[in-house]
């Protein structure tokens, strides 16, 4: 059973739109979410970050808002550019964890120029 | 070198050989973890050191044996694979604390088993 769900496998925008990728997690324990990028025969990098004690968190072109009462957080990417496109997972973890992180099948981001 | 490296980049071995994968940080990490990613699938937990002590295995089978020597090393020792092994093994460190800092990944082993 997956705790964490990026229902959309792929998104396509054109260059200068928001992105809006979506996430669920059913785990009400999770406390700190994040968003890795990964590009093809590269290791996933971390984006941005969140802890459950906040709703929105800003990073220049990125932001996430997360929605506690929905168990649903999102990425925002505004101007979209073709660099961005990559496959984007979602991961979080519950405060008595420590370290464990569970992704989210990931969502393939495609933006045309 | 910084970051975490992987080595081989590319791996192709036969159900009957033994092969390692082997994971070196050098960002003062304390833990280090063994990811697996196949195709259209999420990236799965295998296994997870904490200051060179196993914490967690999540129900990987016997054939993928890991060793973690000190803090900054971690190797996956394979061996008798099934072609349903093949992916890419990524390796991550992070400290044992991360909250918000999440994972450092390597670029990943991507192991192809005929």
């Known amino acids: 059973d997956q705790q964490v769900k990026q229902n959309s496998p792929s998104l396509s925008v054109q260059e200068g739109r928001i992105s809006i990728l979506n996430c669920d997690y059913t785990?009400?324990?999770?406390?700190?979410f994040l968003w890795y990028k990964k590009y093809p025969a590269e290791g996933p990098t971390f984006l941005i970050s969140?802890?459950?004690?906040?709703d929105k968190n800003e990073d220049g072109r990125f932001t996430v808002f997360l929605n506690k009462s929905a168990k649903h957080l999102s990425l925002h990417i505004v101007p979209s550019q073709p660099g961005d496109s990559a496959v984007y997972f979602c991961?979080?973890?519950?405060?008595?964890?420590?370290?464990?992180?569970?992704f989210g099948g990931g969502t393939r981001l495609m933006v045309k120029p | 070198e910084t970051g975490v490296t992987q080595t081989p980049r590319h791996l192709v071995m036969g159900m009957t050989n033994k092969k390692s994968l082997k994971c070196e940080q050098h960002?003062?990490?304390?833990?280090m973890y063994w990811y697996k990613q196949s195709a259209k699938k999420p990236l799965e937990l295998m296994f997870v050191?904490?200051?060179?002590?196993?914490?967690e295995n999540n129900s990987v089978p016997s054939r993928f044996s890991p060793e973690c020597p000190n803090s900054s090393h971690l190797f996956l020792h394979l061996h008798t694979l099934q072609p349903e092994d093949s992916a890419l093994y990524l390796c991550?460190?992070?400290?044992?604390?991360?909250?918000?800092?999440?994972?450092?990944f390597g670029s990943g082993t991507r192991l192809t088993v005929v």
């Open positions: 991961a979080a973890s519950p405060n008595n964890a420590g370290n464990m992180l569970t």
């Open positions: 050191y904490n200051f060179k002590e196993q914490t």
């Open positions: 969140i802890s459950s004690i906040k």
């Open positions: 991550a460190s992070s400290q044992v604390f991360t909250g918000l800092g999440g994972y450092t």
């Open positions: 785990n009400s324990m999770f406390d700190y």
């Open positions: 960002l003062g990490h304390n833990a």
